[in-house]
């Protein structure tokens, strides 16, 4: 069976630093992979998706880039955080012919 | 562009009777699919049901179901006989099968069962 990773599970960082929150997913090969960010009353905010191995697609210019180095592992980063970073950051994937998504358990992220 | 609106911010209903959860959209696409998510307090969020667009039988699972209304562009969810673990919050998201394979997420329903 499938299983998607995220962590940290909680995070605090200062303004100003760097950030690295990882997702892994174990049990498929190729997924589509997904970066969300989730704010009280405004839902799902897509940031990043992913198709395959360096290809990545922004939805939102900010300050948050992803990578993907490996077939299974999504990275979501930020060279200098803002306040306005904090959130709750989801990561799903999904297999194209099925078109489901499968989230995460999330990382809260507050920065200070 | 897509859009998916929830215009129930928050609802309850006592336990074993049914609640209703609204969804509109708004696409020019005429092949999609629809979906509802769960996520509960425990925060992981799960999916419920789905629907395909070009399907005009409304998809049911268990005390699950929608009430799809393509002309309308509606898309509700339907629980039946609701219980205690019912409570979270419910998102509704589409899907363009234009191959982009983004979700457009709804700003959610958060729903309580009450004994």
């Known amino acids: 069976s499938q299983t998607i990773h995220q962590w940290p599970a909680t995070l605090v960082q200062p303004v100003g630093s760097p950030l690295s929150l990882e997702c892994t997913v174990e049990?498929?090969?190729?997924?589509?992979l997904y970066w969300y960010r989730q704010a009280a009353g405004r839902g799902l905010q897509l940031l990043f998706y992913?198709?395959?191995?360096?290809?990545i697609s922004s939805e939102v210019p900010q300050n948050l880039s992803a990578s993907r180095p490996q077939d299974r592992q999504f990275i979501l980063s930020s060279k200098k955080l803002l306040l306005s970073d904090s959130g709750f950051y989801l990561c799903?994937?999904?297999?194209?012919?099925?078109?489901?998504?499968?989230f995460g358990p999330g990382t809260r992220l507050t920065v200070t | 562009a897509q859009t998916v609106t929830q215009s129930q911010p928050e609802m309850s209903v006592q336990e074993a009777e049914t609640v209703t959860l609204s969804c509109t959209y708004d696409?020019?696409?005429?092949?999609?699919?629809l979906f509802w998510y769960k996520q509960p307090p425990s925060r992981q969020m799960i999916l419920v049901i789905r629907?395909?667009?070009?399907?005009?039988q409304n998809a049911t699972e268990n005390r699950f179901s929608v009430n799809f209304q393509k002309a309308a562009k509606s898309f509700s969810l339907k629980i039946s006989d609701s219980q205690l673990g019912d409570t979270a919050m419910y998102f509704c998201?589409?899907?363009?099968?234009?191959?982009?394979?983004?979700?457009?997420f709804g700003t959610g329903t958060r729903l309580k069962v009450l004994a």
């Open positions: 998201a589409f899907m363009t099968t234009s191959g982009t394979y983004k979700y457009i």
């Open positions: 992913s198709v395959g191995i360096g290809q």
């Open positions: 696409t020019s696409e005429s092949n999609y699919y």
């Open positions: 049990g498929t090969s190729n997924p589509n």
């Open positions: 629907q395909e667009a070009y399907k005009q």
């Open positions: 799903a994937w999904s297999r194209g012919a099925v078109y489901e998504q499968y």
